[in-house]
């Protein structure tokens, strides 16, 4: 079965400091994958998406980034946190394929100080 | 602009009773419609799903209904049981990519 893997559960981070999330899938070849973000009081929202290796589009400017240097693998980064990054920040994986649910990590709470 | 709605922050609900949830949208190109279930700290978790060519699709004690005139889906939770206490997301995808657009969902208790 498949099964998606999000680390680190908490995180704490000053302004300024650097980002790196990760994400990864198993069980499965070639699946979308996607980053989302909740912000306190407020419905998912998509940041990223790629339907494969290196192929990532972006659904709203911000000040992250994201990467997928293996078939299984997305990862979310920033060089600058800035206080509005703070939230939760979910990876999802997907069958590759139209009218597919999307299954997600446990997730990240991140905190910006 | 908000193309998924769910109005209802809350719903409180007796146990064995029924919960409906309901999720109006505003996009008719919307062609797939989901369900997620999500406690605190944690990912939501798949439910149920319908694709627009249906107005009805059931699953155990979970059942979503689309009423596509109206823009409109619900999801109905018979009986209801305290473990269903969680917050409900109603989803739906416009077909590129499966980008999911989430209403924000509405928290349900079940009371014993």
């Known amino acids: 079965s498949q099964t998606i893997h999000q680390w680190p559960a908490t995180l704490v981070q000053p302004v300024g400091s650097p980002l790196s999330l990760e994400c990864t899938v198993e069980?499965?070849?070639?699946?979308?994958l996607y980053w989302y973000r909740q912000a306190a009081g407020r419905g998912l929202q998509l940041l990223f998406y790629?339907?494969?290796?290196?192929?990532i589009s972006s659904e709203v400017p911000q000040n992250l980034s994201a990467s997928r240097p293996q078939d299984r693998q997305f990862i979310l980064s920033s060089k600058k946190l800035l206080l509005s990054d703070s939230g939760f920040y979910l990876c999802?994986?997907?069958?590759?394929?139209?009218?597919?649910?999307?299954?997600f990590g446990d997730g990240t709470r991140l905190s910006i100080l | 602009d908000q193309q998924v709605k769910q109005n209802s922050p809350s719903l409180s609900v007796q146990e064995g009773r029924i919960s409906i949830l309901n999720c109006d949208y505003t996009?008719?190109?919307?062609?797939?419609f989901l369900w997620y279930k999500k406690y605190p700290a944690e990912g939501p978790t798949f439910l149920i799903s319908i694709s627009s060519i249906k107005d009805k699709n059931e699953d155990g004690r979970f059942t979503v209904f689309l009423n596509k005139s109206a823009k409109h889906l619900s999801l109905h939770i018979v009986p209801s049981q305290p473990g269903d206490s969680a917050v409900y997301f109603c989803?739906?995808?416009?077909?590129?990519?499966?980008?999911?657009?989430f209403g924000k969902g509405t928290k349900l208790s079940v009371k014993p």
């Open positions: 790629s339907v494969g290796i290196g192929q």
């Open positions: 996009n008719s190109m919307f062609d797939y």
């Open positions: 989803a739906a995808d416009r077909g590129s990519q499966g980008n999911l657009i």
């Open positions: 999802a994986w997907s069958e590759g394929y139209s009218n597919q649910p999307q299954h």
């Open positions: 069980g499965t070849s070639n699946p979308n």
